[in-house]
């Protein structure tokens, strides 16, 4: 069984950096692709970025390209999502997503998701 644990949320000026991460536990980790999602007040849940099994292809969502990336540690299990410039439009609870892990080709599905971790970026 999957389960995915965010952390590393906080409390960041506008213009700042962070950093996020996602632990996974589970077996056959290099073969799930994984994204970032996230949700602010009173809105939808947004895609932000997701990197496919094999660490070489990612994808981003608009609002984020630029500033954000993506990146995973086979070793440790545990996908990052490196933030950068952050704006206050970027408040949000950030999820950590897993596919089913059958080396899947974008777009991915997400079947397993994260309790999230909450970004308040100030302006």
């Known amino acids: 069984q999957v389960q995915l644990v965010e952390s590393g949320g906080g409390l960041v000026q506008a213009g700042g950096s962070l950093r996020v991460s996602c632990a996974f536990s589970?077996?056959?980790?290099?073969?799930?692709?994984l994204g970032w999602y996230r949700q602010a007040p009173g809105k939808e849940r947004e895609f932000v970025a997701a990197?496919?099994?094999?660490?070489?292809?990612?994808y981003y969502g608009d609002s984020v390209k630029g500033r954000f990336t993506i990146s995973r540690d086979n070793a440790k299990k545990t996908v990052y999502l490196e933030m950068n410039s952050l704006k206050p439009e970027d408040t949000a609870v950030y999820y950590c997503?897993?596919?089913?892990?059958?080396?899947?080709?974008?777009?991915?599905?997400?079947?397993?998701w994260g309790q999230g971790t909450r970004v308040t970026v100030s302006s």
């Open positions: 990197i496919a099994w094999s660490g070489y292809d990612k």
């Open positions: 997503a897993a596919d089913n892990g059958l080396r899947n080709y974008y777009p991915y599905e997400f079947h397993y």
């Open positions: 589970g077996s056959s980790f290099s073969t799930y692709s």
